[in-house]
């Protein structure tokens, strides 16, 4: 299993804070797969209008950032823990 947090505005989104799901596949699949299951919102949220992950969109999976370990075709599995966020800028 792998267990999904979902922080701040997804937590709004998806209306919960955490979801288990059996799943082995790359972390853009598994994007792909909550998209379908959470909707447009969930989507546009998370990507720009290339499919590409927004700049201010975090992916952590077991404590590190995939943008540095590999993106978004590493592949994750059982006992992964993946958490998605929004980071916050001020001014």
């Known amino acids: ?3 999904i947090k979902f922080l ?3 937590r709004d989104i ?4 955490s979801v288990s ?6 972390i853009s699949d598994l994007m792909n797969t909550l998209t379908e299951k959470y909707g447009n919102e969930f989507k546009d949220a998370l990507f720009d209008k290339e499919g590409n992950l ?3 969109m975090k992916i952590i999976v077991n ?3 995939v943008e540095s370990n590999g993106g978004l075709e590493s592949n994750i599995g059982d ?5 998605i966020f929004q ?5």
Do not use: H, K, P, Q
């Open 21 to 26: 799901l059996e799943y082995n596949g790359s």
């Open 79 to 83: 006992n992964d823990e993946v958490v």
């Open 54 to 56: 927004r700049d201010y």
């Open 14 to 17: 998806t209306g919960e804070r």
């Open 1 to 3: 299993m792998v267990n």
């Open 8 to 10: 701040a505005r997804f």
């Open 63 to 65: 404590g590190e950032d």
């Open 87 to 91: 980071t916050i800028a001020g001014g």
